[in-house]
Nanobody, 126 residues
């Protein structure tokens, strides 16, 4: 497993932007599939974005498509989630995840991932 540490959460107004970071202890993060999930109070954890390990394709949940962008800097062993046009319904705890073998071409499932960050709170409110 790889250790993941998130940062970048906070309070932002509707329509604003935030960029979450997730630093990984892996020697080669590019060997891993990566993903971002979120969990709002009283709701199940939702997979919102993913990069498959096999072909580097990116995938997004419909709820964030066109507003969020997943990326990674392999030299820094860090993954990112750029969040734009934030809405109050984006309020949640956000988690990064990684695993050597991930295929999220059909869906983004938490069961695909063996390593998780501790979570960072994002609050979208005026």
């Amino acid at each position: 497993q790889v250790q993941l540490v998130e940062s970048g959460g906070g309070l932002v107004q509707p329509g604003g932007s935030l960029k979450l970071s997730c630093a990984a202890s892996a020697r080669r993060l590019d060997y891993y599939g990566i993903g971002w999930f979120r969990q709002a109070p009283g709701k199940e954890r939702e997979g919102i974005s993913c990069i498959s390990s096999s072909d580097e394709t990116t995938h997004y949940a419909d709820s964030v498509k066109g507003r969020f962008t997943i990326s990674r800097d392999n030299a820094k062993n860090t993954m990112y989630l750029q969040m734009n046009s934030l809405k109050p319904e984006d309020t949640a705890v956000y988690y990064c995840a990684a695993d050597p073998v991930v295929d999220c071409s059909v869906r983004i499932e938490s069961q695909f991932f063996g390593s998780w960050g501790q979570g960072t709170q994002v609050i979208v409110s005026s």
